[in-house]
């Protein structure tokens, strides 16, 4: 979905969420709309300020009269609409979608220093996911601290492309991307080399703001220490926005 | 132009040709290239040389369509078609000599291949009419069968608005799998405010087994390049690509020579045909993505990105490639077009079903003994696709199961045999018409083995993008990988049926909302099969 | 598509970069053509090394990482040089069924390798495609561009053991430069 621009007559709609009416500007997400009337739907690789990216797949909700289910991310919100965000069907989803992402690599929480900080772990334990009854995937991934400030660990990356997406749109260098294809992706900087070696960062640090997990952290902190600062996106989405 | 020129360009086109007749026809498309074709044409025109017959003209054709006694060759009168000459199966570069020779004389009994078999007489030919017919190099060779009258007729006669009435009044849904009514997709289109707007053909056939897309290119490239230029005419767009997966090199020769010719010849580019009208088509290649075929993935590898689909809607009919509007169809859609423009939407609406119009192209593999390329109207018994044109199981063997759909699709087994094919009746068995790859597998191929078949290629081909198809399929092969090796157990099934339902219903794009549908119908009509492997059964 | 920005320098003196960059002038050296060049480089040069891509990323001014994001997400661009004889075998839906998935396994048995491999002296690489379209063959392979059909494991392993060897190094093989 392209950017929101800002329109000049944007038209307000109401309708209803989860029994409640609220209104909304036309041009809002879903899930922009829940988050302004404080209807808690998860998700994981949404931020505000950053273009739509779709694959986490938390934040589906139901839509009256439509068979399927729709990413309160990527869709817009239209008249009359009757939106539900917290069925049983949508919980059960949730609940498995995360131990999918817990089984895929290897999130060991006890020893990981965003412990009590991770938006994963959060995420698990508000939606009730006590036990991994899945398999796990047992790929075991490099982790590089090449960098003078900052550490990548692959094993806690769920590919939510929040990295890619902040250092392409905000700060414009693209060191990051994605390699590879389905459970074998992984993010890389330029080539694919070593943090450390790459000519394009800036080492302004926004990907590991924005890091969901503990994938992407500073060096030097030790368990349960690396809290996320994301105050710089909203400023700066607002500037993009008026801009 | 109008159609009465197009008319003089053909005659001259065929008074060209007025000394021949006979043809002999070597089929030249990729399956009979592979089993040989090239070296029969090259002692034909040898031995042509040697044992001279003026009358006589040789021509490397497209699919004749019984790909499993390649390479074919016909001897038929100039315009005719196969019915009304003689066929050769299993033609070999030492038959040459004889095969010429038998143009003064009576046939040569011991290479025949009768054409009145079912295989033949049951097709009826609309995507598939100058398949085999023509030679797809030869410009000449389109028009003096028909070629462009549909776009002429189009461009000197109709409005665009008129254009898209007999294109819904034909009813033709989209041929790509999923059925969409053609001419409201255009309609949409064309409502869009006028500006910049693009035709694409979907031309990456990824499901395995399925070539009917490849056949149309490499056997009446021009035919898609028509159904192109009315679809930009009927939409208000000027600019079209062709999207053909890399591993159709054949496919891709044809189609640049076919673009280059019809842009000399004025068919392509700024005045179509004379007119103010302008448009011209340029070739796109894939590069080995499955998830490519998906309408929002291939936009994407248009433009040089990797291949991964975007939540829709915006659809592409209103943000499409570059955020412009853009009609995508199927090959076997486009080609469908010239004959309903030259024909009628009513001639077309009066073939097929209800809900179906027209013919549908099948691509016939697996355990059958008429392995290649059939068109049958739509509403056609699976049982006489597969009894009597396919001509049944080989080696005595019982027929178990037909899949079609490919990777999205399902098992049918014989006890719904008596379906007619339409896109309706397919979904309600559990299946999808798909793009017309038709699998036919007999007693000897277990079920749970196909499912894991076809979820290691959904794993492979998973972009990577949404976390239900990434994780979820390569969760499911593994599952599907213990039931097969008979190490599995009760709660492994249930949690089997607990992904499909996951993966189907959240995933982003068609490739992992459909991944779980062969596992799903092969679980519906053979259950057995799993249940056998969970009490520890370990025949493959 | 800029036409101030300056082109980068052919990274050597081999020919085969003048057929890159037609390609990439053609398609007046716009982003999306990316996906065109990165086929030119490979039909040159038989597989992506790191010195083509920084090239091709230049000239069209791409971030790295997205040069190397969509060459390592199609399967038909490889990063490695190839063997000097390839075999491919069809794992389409009919040869799956007609039994590819057995030659697959006498390959892995014969040379120890796995499909996407090369054997280490550089003599065969062992491929697996996704319909090669002879679906009335099958179970179809392709040895170095020869569809062949209906061939058991023995018949396969007896071509492939007497494919001709060594022999001079093709032009797809050049060694794999370093300089940039
Ligand atoms: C994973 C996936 C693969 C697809 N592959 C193809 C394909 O190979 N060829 C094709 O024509 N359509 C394919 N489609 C369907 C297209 O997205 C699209 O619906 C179609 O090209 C529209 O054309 P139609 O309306 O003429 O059918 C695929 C869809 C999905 C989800
Ligand atoms: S490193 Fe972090 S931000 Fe980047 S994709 Fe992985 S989890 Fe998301
Ligand atoms: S469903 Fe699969 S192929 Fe489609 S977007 Fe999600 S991961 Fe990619
Ligand atoms: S937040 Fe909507 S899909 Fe991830």
Redesign the interface.
């Known amino acids: 979905?392209?950017p929101a621009t800002p329109q000049p007559n944007v038209r307000v709609v109401t309708l209803r969420i989860d029994g409640r009416d609220v209104s909304a500007r036309e041009d809002e997400t879903i899930l922009e709309v829940c988050r302004e009337n404080r209807i808690e739907v998860p998700s994981l690789c949404q931020l505000d300020g950053l273009s739509?990216?779709?694959?986490?797949?938390l934040c589906?909700v139901e839509l009256a009269g439509q068979g399927?289910?729709f990413?309160a991310c990527?869709?817009?919100v239209a008249e009359g609409m009757e939106v539900s965000t917290n069925t049983e069907r949508l919980r059960h989803?949730r609940r498995?979608?995360l131990e999918?992402?817990f089984?895929?690599r290897n999130h060991v929480c006890s020893v990981c220093v965003s412990n009590g900080h991770c938006e994963l772990q959060a995420l698990a334990q508000r939606c009730g996911v006590d036990h991994v009854?899945?398999?796990y995937?047992q790929a075991r991934y490099p982790v590089d601290s090449s960098h003078e400030m900052f550490r990548l660990d692959h094993n806690r990356c769920?590919?939510c492309t929040r990295c890619v997406r902040v250092c392409?749109e905000i700060e414009g260098a693209?060191?990051?991307?994605?390699?590879?294809?389905?459970?074998?992706?992984l993010v890389?900087?330029?080539?694919?080399q070593p943090w450390g070696a790459s000519g394009?960062c800036t080492s302004c640090g926004k990907c590991v703001q924005v890091c969901p997990t503990g994938a992407l952290v500073k060096q030097g902190t030790s368990v349960g220490e690396m809290v996320k600062d994301q105050h710089f996106l909203p400023i700066l989405a607002r500037r993009r926005h008026l801009a | 132009m109008n159609l009465d020129d197009l008319d003089d360009l053909a005659s001259e086109f065929r008074n060209a040709e007025r000394d021949v007749e006979r043809e002999l026809r070597v089929c030249m498309a990729a399956s009979c290239q592979s089993s040989g074709a090239r070296p029969v044409f090259d002692s034909l025109e040898a031995q042509l040389k040697t044992d001279p017959h003026p009358g006589c003209r040789l021509k490397g054709v497209g699919c004749m369509g019984l790909c499993s006694a390649g390479p074919l060759v016909a001897i038929t009168p100039p315009e005719a078609g196969i019915e009304e000459g003689l066929l050769y199966r299993e033609v070999k570069p030492e038959d040459a000599p004889e095969l010429v020779a038998s143009l003064d004389g009576p046939p040569v009994e011991h290479l025949r291949c009768p054409t009145d078999q079912p295989f033949f007489a049951r097709q009826q030919r609309i995507v598939l009419e100058q398949c085999g017919r023509i030679d797809p190099d030869s410009f000449e060779d389109a028009v003096a069968h028909g070629g462009y009258a549909g776009l002429v007729r189009a461009l000197s006669e109709l409005t665009p608005a008129e254009v898209l009435r007999e294109l819904t009044a034909s009813g033709l849904r989209g041929r790509g799998g999923g059925g969409y009514p053609t001419g409201l997709k255009w309609s949409t289109i064309a409502k869009m405010p006028a500006g910049q707007k693009y035709v694409i053909c979907n031309a990456d056939e990824g499901d395995p087994g399925a070539f009917m897309d490849r056949a149309v290119l490499e056997s009446d490239p021009h035919r898609v390049l028509e159904g192109m230029a009315i679809a930009a005419y009927a939409v208000g767009a000027n600019k079209g690509y062709v999207y053909v997966r890399a591993e159709y090199p054949l496919a891709v020769e044809r189609l640049t020579t076919a673009i280059r010719k019809a842009r000399r010849a004025g068919f392509l580019g700024g005045r179509v045909a004379d007119t103010q009208f302008a448009f011209d088509i340029e070739i796109r290649l894939g590069a080995g993505?499955f998830v490519c075929g998906e309408e929002t993935a291939l936009m994407a590898s248009i433009q040089g990105l990797?291949g991964q689909p975007?939540?829709r809607?915006?659809y592409p009919a209103e943000?499409g490639l570059w955020?412009c509007p853009t009609l995508i169809n199927n090959v076997e859609t486009f080609a469908n077009v010239p004959a309903i423009l030259r024909r009628g939407g009513d001639w077309f609406a009066s073939i097929g079903t209800q809900g179906s119009k027209g013919t549908k192209v099948f691509a016939l593999a697996g355990a059958i003994v008429n392995t290649g390329l059939i068109e049958v109207p739509m509403g056609t018994r699976l049982r006489d696709i597969i009894e009597v044109i396919g001509g049944g199981i080989p080696g005595g063997r019982a027929f178990k199961a037909v899949q079609t759909g490919g990777p999205s699709g399902g098992c049918i087994p014989a006890e719904h045999l008596d379906t007619p094919v339409d896109y309706d009746s397919l979904k309600s068995l559990g299946a999808i018409m798909g793009s017309g790859g038709m699998i036919v597998m007999d007693e000897t191929s277990s079920m749970v083995d196909v499912a894991r078949f076809f979820m290691e290629f959904c794993?492979?081909?998973?972009?990577?993008?949404?976390?239900?198809c990434?994780?979820?399929?390569?969760?499911m092969h593994?599952l599907l990988d213990k039931i097969a090796k008979a190490e599995a157990c009760r709660a492994d099934l249930e949690?089997l049926e607990?992904?499909c339902d996951?993966v189907s219903?959240?995933?982003?794009c068609g490739l992992g909302q459909t991944a779980p549908n062969p596992v799903l119908s092969t679980l519906r009509y053979f259950r057995d099969e799993y249940e056998a492997k969970l009490q520890g059964d370990p025949t493959p | 598509m800029s036409l101030e920005r300056a082109k980068p320098p052919l990274p050597d003196e081999d020919k085969r970069w003048k057929l890159v960059n037609a390609t990439m002038r053609r398609n007046g050296y716009a982003d999306h053509a990316l996906i065109e060049t990165l086929h030119s480089v490979q039909d040159a040069f038989g597989f992506l090394d790191?010195t083509s891509?920084?090239f091709v990323a230049a000239s069209l001014d791409l971030?790295?990482?997205?040069?190397?994001?969509v060459a390592?997400?199609y399967?038909l661009f490889t990063l490695k040089p190839k063997g000097r004889h390839s075999c491919v075998v069809c794992t389409g839906t009919a040869c799956y069924i007609k039994g590819a998935n057995a030659l697959v396994e006498g390959l892995r048995e014969r040379y120890a390798i796995n499909p996407g491999e090369t054997t280490e002296d550089g003599h065969l690489s062992v491929l697996t495609a996704r319909c090669v379209g002879a679906c009335g063959l099958a179970p179809a392979v392709v040895i170095d561009g020869e569809v062949l059909g209906r061939l058991d494991t023995p018949d396969l392993i007896e071509r492939l053991d007497t494919l001709p060897d060594p022999e001079p190094t093709p032009a797809s093989h050049r060694p794999p430069t370093t300089s940039h």
């Open positions: 979905m392209p739509v990216w779709g694959g986490c797949r589906m399927r289910l990413a990527a869709t817009r989803y498995l979608i999918l992402l089984a895929e009854r899945l398999p995937r769920v590919l392409d693209h060191t990051w991307d994605v390699m590879g294809r389905g459970s074998d992706c890389i900087t330029d080539m694919a394009t | 993505a990797r975007r939540p809607p915006p943000s955020g794993m492979t081909e998973s972009c990577g993008k949404c976390v239900p990434r994780a979820g399929t390569w969760q593994a949690l607990t992904l996951l219903a959240t995933s982003l | 790191e891509l920084h971030p790295l990482s997205k040069v190397y994001g390592t997400f399967h």
